[in-house]
């Protein structure tokens, strides 16, 4: 058996001084931090992409909508899981296909595009 967790009193204080200060140093988000929902003309131009990962067991569909013009700007969406990795795969070709505005997959996102220096 694990001994009990203890804190010593100055740690304590020096938390509950922290958490007593929040209010200070946080603040409130503005309208233009909630621009990408209400300015979603953008979404029109997006290349859809289907992520497929293993998370508790299940495979994960989660659709990833990436501005062609700024990769950068995207937004990722869960769709849905499934225990079998082939049907979690045709599920999430069907869903990418129903939620592109192009169906044929010409909008497309290379990482070229994403403007990155590694020096």
Same mark, same amino acid.
């Given at each position: 058996?694990?001994?009990?967790f203890?804190?010593?009193?100055?740690?304590?204080?020096?938390?509950?001084?922290?958490?007593?200060?929040?209010?200070?140093?946080?603040?409130?988000?503005?309208?233009?931090?909630?621009?990408?929902?209400?300015?979603?003309?953008?979404?029109?131009?997006?290349?859809?992409?289907?992520?497929?990962?293993?998370?508790r067991?299940?495979?994960?569909?989660?659709?990833?909508? &990436? +501005?062609?013009?700024?990769? #950068?700007?995207?937004?990722?969406? %869960?769709? $849905?899981?499934?225990?079998?990795?082939?049907?979690?795969?045709?599920? &999430? +070709?069907?869903?990418?296909? #129903?939620?592109?505005?192009?169906? %044929?997959? $010409?909008?497309?996102?290379?990482?070229?595009?994403?403007?990155?220096?590694?020096?």
């Open positions: 058996m694990s001994p009990a203890t804190m010593d009193k100055a740690a304590y204080a020096n938390m509950l001084a922290g958490l007593n200060s929040l209010h200070f140093t946080e603040r409130k988000g503005n309208l233009t931090d909630f621009r990408l929902y209400y300015d979603d003309l953008w979404l029109s131009d997006t290349a859809v992409i289907e992520n497929l990962h293993l998370y067991g299940e495979w994960e569909v989660e659709l990833i909508f &990436a +501005y062609t013009v700024n990769p #950068l700007k995207f937004i990722k969406r %869960r769709i $849905t899981s499934h225990s079998c990795p082939k049907r979690a795969a045709q599920q &999430a +070709y069907y869903m990418r296909r #129903l939620a592109a505005k192009d169906q %044929r997959g $010409t909008l497309t996102v290379s990482a070229d595009q994403l403007n990155t220096c590694l020096n």
